[in-house]
């Protein structure tokens, strides 16, 4: 078919393609959430049916999306990092990021109902925002999990404190215990700790409807929505995120 005399416009484009052979991580947030969840009477500090719902959209970007091998969430928040040799629209960025939003902001209005039973949709549209960033070695990765659920622990010390004594305090723990007979650490990890979706590593042959990530009860190290918790942030993340335990199947997961 002969070019349209129109067709010169495509040259306008940008080459947005992400550098080959570095971890390619993608981060949404919540527009707005504050709002959000006040409009939505999300409880405080913590909704566990807003954390399932951020969960469950997060699954069904995994589950169509076969580069992610790991997802971590916490509050209006969720990061996916992709595996170092993906192809996926050719490694566009703007293809990436916009995929990945879309499909997590239409999910989380699909499942809304199955989670907040009460109402059948949301009152007003969420928006979620997204961005793609570059990681060369596991040794970020690892630093960037960290940081993600070192801000999880941080936040949540602070509201579960702040809700509980309306006003912050020296020693949290302590007068969370002795005061208002609430065991910091006995609080549900998923509060505490976010979530981890792991790709479970199953033979080609498989239909792909047999790798939705699940989350898992127990995880190597603490970083669970539900396992009990106890060693650090970081060790924890070595456990669970070198390259050798992502590429190859076994180490993490299951
Ligand atoms: P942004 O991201 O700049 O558009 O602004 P926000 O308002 O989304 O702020 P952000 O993302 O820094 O903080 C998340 C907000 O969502 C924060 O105000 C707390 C709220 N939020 C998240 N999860 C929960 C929850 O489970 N319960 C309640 N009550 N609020 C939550
Ligand atoms: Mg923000
Ligand atoms: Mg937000
Ligand atoms: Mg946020
Ligand atoms: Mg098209």
Excluded: C
């Excluded at 399932?52 to 209006?76: K, Y």
């Excluded at 629209?89 to 039973?117: G, H, N, P």
């Excluded at 790798?211 to 970083?223: A, D």
């Amino acid at each position: 078919m002969a070019k349209s005399k129109y067709e010169y416009v495509k040259e306008f484009e940008e080459d947005d393609k992400l550098l080959r052979n570095v971890y390619i991580l993608v981060r949404i947030d919540g527009k707005g959430f504050h709002k959000f969840s006040a409009a939505h009477e999300f409880a405080k500090p913590n909704d566990v049916r807003a954390l399932n719902l951020m969960n469950h959209a997060a699954r069904s970007v995994m589950h169509e999306l076969d580069d992610i091998l790991i997802a971590f969430g916490e509050s209006d928040e969720y990061s996916f990092l992709f595996r170092k040799s993906t192809d996926l629209y050719q490694r566009r960025e703007a293809k990436i990021v916009s995929t990945v939003v879309s499909l997590f902001t239409s999910a989380y209005v699909y499942y809304w109902s199955d989670y907040f039973q009460d109402s059948r949709r949301p009152l007003y549209p969420p928006v979620f925002d997204g961005r793609a960033v570059l990681y060369p070695s596991e040794v970020e990765v690892k630093d960037y999990f960290a940081w993600r659920q070192a801000d999880t622990h941080i936040n949540n010390l602070f509201n579960t404190s702040f809700w509980a004594l309306g006003t912050d305090s020296k020693d949290k723990n302590e007068m969370l215990f002795t005061e208002f007979n609430t065991n910091y650490s006995k609080l549900p990890a998923i509060f505490r700790k976010g979530s981890v979706l792991l790709r479970e590593q199953i033979p080609k042959e498989m239909h792909k409807d047999a790798i939705i990530p699940t989350l898992p009860e127990t995880l190597p190290g603490s970083m669970s929505a539900s396992a009990s918790l106890t060693s650090s942030t970081s060790s924890t993340l070595e456990q669970s995120v070198p390259e050798p335990a992502l590429e190859s199947s076994g180490q993490v997961g299951s």
